[in-house]
């Protein structure tokens, strides 16, 4: 069982930047892919980026690439998403989520967290 608490969303201007984080209770946190999904309203879940247990592969939506990157802390059971270079197209709720595998499939999910929303003003 894993749970996921996230924080660190905001109001920011476009092409300001916000760190969102992703608290995990639970010891079997280093064993899971963990990854980031948003959704706008109106709009499907989407993948924006994942990191596997040891953090040394790391997958990018090609929305975001180059402009996002996610990092994880397996002692402090953490995961992060720094974004850079916000869009008014990036306004969504940021979900974190705990994968047994790599996928950029929402459906694949074992956990999520609750969400937390950015908005970025134009």
């Known amino acids: 069982q894993v749970q996921l608490v996230e924080s660190g969303g905001g109001l920011v201007q476009a092409g300001g930047s916000l760190r969102l984080s992703c608290a995990a209770s639970?010891?079997?946190?280093?064993?899971?892919?963990m990854g980031w999904f948003r959704q706008a309203p109106g709009k499907e879940r989407e993948f924006v980026a994942a990191s596997s247990w040891s953090g040394n592969r790391l997958y990018y939506a090609d929305s975001i690439k180059g402009r996002f990157t996610i990092s994880r802390d397996n002692v402090k059971n953490t995961v992060y998403l720094q974004m850079n270079s916000l869009k008014p197209e990036d306004t969504a709720a940021y979900y974190c989520a705990a994968i047994r595998r790599v996928s950029t499939s929402a459906a694949d999910c074992d956990y999520w967290g609750q969400g937390t929303q950015v908005t970025v003003s134009s």
């Open positions: 639970g010891r079997t946190f280093s064993t899971y892919v």
